[in-house]
């Protein structure tokens, strides 16, 4: 597969935790809303372009074999 891959996989799993922490007030508890949900907006698109590179790394190891 794509060596990047775990790297995907990682950042992913990263970015879902940010989004997870700053929800239930256990990272950043004190910021205002407005700043924490910008944060979680930019998490959120950082995550979602590395599930992307992951779904067309796994469809390109397939439709190669």
């Given at each position: 597969m794509n060596r990047y891959f775990l790297t995907n996989v990682f950042m992913v799993a990263c970015c879902a935790y940010v989004v997870y922490a700053?929800?239930?007030?256990?990272l950043f508890a004190d910021i205002p809303e407005?700043?924490?949900?910008?944060i979680c907006l930019i998490a959120m698109v950082?995550?979602?372009?590395?599930?992307?590179?992951?779904f067309v790394t796994i469809r390109e190891f397939f439709k190669a074999k």
């Open positions: 700053i929800g239930s007030y256990q407005m700043n924490a949900m910008c950082i995550g979602s372009i590395g599930a992307f590179d992951m």
